[in-house]
């Protein structure tokens, strides 16, 4: 199974062809620029972090994943909407982790306040270290990284509010639907389409900075064991692209043929099972359907905050097994 297609759960409809296919790209991002502003006007914290997060992704006619887009005002624009969504909802860990992620991903961005309060917020989840790790990979501070990788192995957490995110944006974009562009995000298939796939690609951290740094733990016993104990705590996260990362971390660091190795491999061969075996149900959709299926995997994400149990959730709804048949496994 490709990883591309294994990344998530509770994002699994995003995969499919966007609504709009037919709308030439950059009248698409115009009719998402439309719709931030006008969520923008609204005075409550999940419309100003819906939009925030709309403009952000339209901030380029074809947005990449960890970029601010070639549009560095649109971006900025972005930051000041999430502060002013974090300044309503200061509790809220959803939009605290939307702002981290933004602001990591626009270089102008001063991440030590933001992350701070993000730890405030949530100070068990152990992702919330790592914009502050990747500053200090990049900047081969040896000290800096070990202390940073001991912190987060104290988390109990590591979660990315996959869920709650797309939830909120998508209850912000239904309450503002009189208001949007015509032709955007005008169903909830599209709707939910839309924010998953803006959400897969704005929450989701690259991983790269602690996987490099944690297989640079070779002769160092305390980074090695901060690493051993993080793995195990991101094969419990939210979200699926977080657990995946933490099989492949944990597997590293084991001797090749132990059992545990074997154990880790068993052990993400079923999350990508679930994944897959869940996603059947969505795709292909016939279309009269389409808004049926969005609605029933919303309904399960507003109950579950993690992505596998989503998965879970629905396979047991189609009276599946959560486990494979013994020849695949």
């Not at 609504?19 to 950059?26: E, H, L, M, Y």
């Amino acid at each position: 199974m490709h990883f591309a297609v294994l990344v998530n759960c509770a994002f699994a409809l995003a995969a499919a062809p966007a609504p709009n296919s037919r709308i030439p790209a950059g009248e698409y991002q115009a009719w998402r620029i439309q719709a931030a502003r006008a969520l923008s006007a609204h005075a409550d914290a999940n419309s100003l972090a819906t939009a925030a997060a709309l403009k952000f992704a339209g901030s380029a006619a074809k947005p990449k994943p960890k970029s601010a887009g070639n549009n560095p005002d649109a971006a900025i624009s972005a930051l000041e909407l999430i502060a002013r969504a974090s300044e309503l909802a200061p509790q809220s860990a959803g939009i605290a982790w939307l702002h981290l992620q933004l602001c990591a991903q626009t270089p102008a961005c001063d991440i030590r306040d933001v992350a701070t309060v993000m730890r405030w917020v949530d100070a068990d989840n152990g992702a919330a270290w790592m914009p502050t790790l990747a500053t200090a990979q990049k900047d081969k501070d040896t000290v800096e990284v070990e202390r940073v990788l001991a912190d987060m192995a104290q988390g109990s957490r590591f979660d990315l509010y996959s869920n709650e995110i797309v939830v909120l944006m998508f209850d912000a974009l239904m309450n503002a639907r009189r208001e949007m562009p015509a032709g955007y995000a005008a169903s909830d298939w599209a709707r939910y389409v839309e924010v998953a796939g803006i959400a897969s690609a704005v929450i989701i951290p690259p991983f790269a900075p602690l996987t490099d740094a944690c297989r640079e733990s070779a002769g160092a016993p305390l980074r090695r064991e901060a690493c051993l104990k993080l793995a195990k705590t991101m094969q419990r996260s939210d979200t699926v692209a977080a657990q995946i990362a933490g099989f492949g971390i944990e597997r590293r660091l084991l001797p090749p043929e132990s059992k545990e190795a074997k154990g880790i491999a068993q052990s993400r061969h079923l999350l990508e099972w679930r994944v897959a075996a869940a996603a059947q149900f969505d795709l292909p959709l016939l279309p009269w359907t389409k808004n049926a299926r969005a609605r029933t995997r919303l309904a399960q994400m507003r109950l579950k905050p993690r992505e596998e149990d989503v998965c879970i959730a629905i396979l047991r709804e189609h009276k599946m097994d959560i486990e494979p048949a013994e020849e695949h496994k």
